[in-house]
C-alpha cells in the first residue's frame, strides 16, 4: 500500500512557515489595525504583542512536533493529549471552517489586488437572494472570485503531483516573495517627501475592545506559523528540521512585519493608512507614482500565491489523517500510487475552499478564521503541559524554553482573543462555533463504524 514520503528538507519546512504566513495580511491589515487603535506607536505595540505570542505559541509547538512528527500536526497532538474525540472537533473545524476559510480568504485578497489591473473582475456575474453573503446579505457572485476558485484548484492540482513538486514551489515562490517584500520596505524608508502631520485617528475605537479587534487583524497576518507540523510525517529529520523550521520561521515573519509597518508609516500619516484599502500601494504610490502601485499589486499577489500553496499543501493532510484513523470517509485516506500524495484529500480541501470563497469578503472570512482557529491553538498549546504529566516516557528532541510560563501565557492570552472576537464579531464566531459543534454527532457516528 503506497505511503506519504519525506521530501521535503529544513528549507522546505522553513518555506511553508514562512510562505504560508505571509500572504495577504501585511498588504490589508493594518488599515484595520489603525481604525481600531488609531495611532502608529499602538499599531506596533500590536504588532509586538501579536508577534511574541506567536513565537510563544511556535516555541510551544516545536516540543509536540518534535516529539510527535506525523501527518496532521494539532490532530494529532490533541488526539495523544486528550484523546480521539478532540483530534476529530480539530480536524473538523479545519476542514470544514478554519483552513478552507483561511484559503478561501488569501484567494480573495489574490482577486483584489488583480483587480488593479483588470478592475472588471469586481463585477457581479450573478446575485442571489439567499442570506448567504456577507453580513447575511444576499450573495453576490463576481468575476474574481470565479478566478480565485480556479487559482484555488490549480494550486490543488500542484500539490496533487508530489510534496516535491509542491515543496518546490513553496520554496521558490517564497524566496521570491521576501526578496520583493524586501524591495518594497527599502524604497519606502529611503523616501525623502513630505508627508502630513502624523496625528493619531481621533475615530479610532481605542480602549481594550479596539486592541483585541486589531490584534485579530494581526494575528491573522501571523496566523500560519504552525503549518509545518501537518507535513510531519514528510519532512526529512523532522526531530531536529521541524523546531528550527517553527522557531527561526517565526522570529522572520515578526521582522518583516515591523520593518513593512515602519515603511508604511515613513511615507503615510494614519488618517491615510485608515482610508486606504491597499496601503502597501498607498505608500508605493506616494513614493513611486502610479508604476509603484502596480509593483506592490504584483508583489502581493505573489506572495498570496505562495501563502495559497503553503496552505493547500498543509492543510489537504488534515483530512487524510482523520481517515487514515477511520474518523472520516476511508477514500479520504488514499494515497496516490505514484505521486506518494493525499490525491483525495487534496481534491476535496481544494473544492470545498474554492466554494468558502462565496461565502464572504475579506474581513468576515478572516474572522471566521481566528475564532474557532485559537480555540484549537490554545488547546494545543495546554497539550504540552497534559502530555509532560501524561506521557512523561514520551521522547522529547526538543523542550519549549521557558516552561511552563510559555505555553501558559499563551493559553491565557488565546482565551482572552477568544472571548474578545466572541463579543466583538458575534456573527461570525457563532457561525465558526456552530460548525464545530456540527462535528460532534459525526464524531459519534464514524466512531461506532470503528
Same mark, same amino acid.
Request: no cysteine; hydrophobic share 50%.
Given at each position: ?54 513565537? $510563544? ?31 476529530? #472537533? ?54 474574481? *472570485? ?6 484555488? %484548484? $490549480? ?8 510534496? &516535491?513538486?509542491?515543496?518546490?514551489? *513553496?520554496?521558490?515562490?517564497? #524566496? ?9 520596505? /527599502? ?10 502631520? /502624523?496625528?493619531?485617528?481621533? *475615530? ?34 523532522? *526531530?531536529?528540521?521541524?523546531? @528550527?523550521?517553527?522557531? /527561526?520561521?517565526? %522570529? ?6 515591523? %520593518? ?34 502596480? @509593483? ?7 506572495? @498570496? ?23 472520516? $470517509? ?15 484529500? @487534496? ?24 475564532? !474557532?482557529?485559537? #480555540? ?22 526538543? &523542550? ?6 510559555? !505555553? ?14 466572541? &463579543?466583538?464579531?458575534? &456573527? ?23
Amino acid at each position: 500500500m503506497p505511503e506519504l514520503k519525506r521530501g521535503l528538507g529544513l528549507w522546505g519546512a522553513a518555506s511553508i512557515v514562512v510562505g504560508t504566513t505571509i500572504g495577504s495580511g501585511i498588504f490589508l491589515v493594518p488599515k484595520n489595525m489603525v481604525l481600531n487603535v488609531g495611532s502608529p506607536e499602538m499599531v506596533f505595540f500590536v504588532w509586538v504583542f501579536g508577534g511574541i505570542l506567536s513565537i $510563544f505559541g511556535a516555541l510551544t509547538y516545536a516540543e509536540l512536533s518534535a516529539a510527535l512528527p506525523e501527518a496532521g500536526g494539532e490532530y494529532v497532538y490533541l488526539n495523544t493529549a486528550y484523546g480521539p474525540f478532540w483530534g476529530f #472537533i480539530y480536524g473538523w473545524t479545519q476542514l470544514w471552517v478554519a483552513k478552507a476559510a483561511s484559503i478561501a480568504t488569501l484567494a480573495t485578497a489574490f482577486f483584489y489586488y488583480l483587480a488593479n489591473f483588470f478592475p472588471g473582475l469586481d463585477g457581479v456575474v450573478v446575485t442571489s437572494s439567499l442570506p448567504l453573503g456577507p453580513n447575511g446579505g444576499p450573495l453576490e457572485v463576481r468575476y474574481g *472570485q470565479i478566478l480565485a476558485m480556479a487559482v484555488i %484548484l $490549480f494550486l490543488g492540482f500542484v500539490n496533487y503531483l508530489g510534496v &516535491r513538486v509542491g515543496g518546490g514551489v *513553496q520554496i521558490a515562490v517564497t #524566496i521570491l516573495k521576501i526578496l520583493l517584500i524586501a524591495g518594497l520596505i /527599502a524604497i519606502g524608508l529611503s523616501w525623502g517627501g513630505e508627508r502630513g502631520a /502624523a496625528e493619531p485617528l481621533a *475615530q479610532a475605537k481605542g480602549g481594550i475592545a479596539g486592541f483585541f479587534a486589531a490584534l485579530v487583524a494581526a494575528l491573522w497576518a501571523y496566523d500560519g506559523w504552525n503549518n509545518a507540523g501537518m507535513v510531519g510525517s514528510e519532512i526529512n529529520h523532522p *526531530q531536529r528540521n521541524l523546531p @528550527i523550521a517553527l522557531i /527561526a520561521g517565526t %522570529l522572520t515573519i515578526m521582522a518583516v512585519y515591523l %520593518l513593512a509597518n515602519w515603511a508604511y508609516f515613513h511615507v503615510l500619516t494614519p488618517a491615510e493608512i485608515a482610508g486606504s484599502d491597499r496601503v502597501a500601494a498607498s505608500m508605493m504610490d506616494r513614493s513611486m507614482g502610479s508604476g509603484g502601485a502596480a @509593483i506592490v499589486s504584483v508583489a502581493a499577489m505573489l506572495s @498570496i500565491f505562495a501563502a495559497l500553496n503553503g496552505s493547500i499543501l498543509s492543510g489537504s493532510r488534515i483530512p487524510y489523517a482523520m481517515a487514515r484513523d477511520r474518523y472520516f $470517509f476511508q477514500k479520504v485516506s488514499t494515497v496516490h500510487p505514484k505521486f506518494h500524495t493525499p490525491s483525495v484529500s @487534496i481534491v476535496l480541501m481544494s473544492l470545498w475552499s474554492s466554494l468558502m470563497v462565496l461565502s464572504g469578503r475579506y474581513e468576515e472570512l478572516y474572522t471566521l478564521v481566528i475564532f !474557532p482557529s485559537w #480555540i484549537l491553538y490554545g488547546m494545543t498549546a495546554a497539550a504540552v503541559l497534559v502530555l509532560r504529566r501524561k506521557r512523561p516516557d514520551l521522547e522529547r528532541p526538543y &523542550r519549549v524554553i521557558g516552561y511552563p510560563v510559555v !505555553p501558559v501565557l499563551f493559553v491565557l492570552v488565546a482565551a482572552a482573543l477568544i472571548y474578545s472576537t466572541l &463579543r466583538n464579531s458575534p &456573527r461570525e464566531s457563532l457561525i465558526g462555533l456552530a460548525l464545530i459543534l456540527a462535528g460532534i454527532p459525526f464524531y459519534f457516528y464514524w466512531r461506532s463504524r470503528r
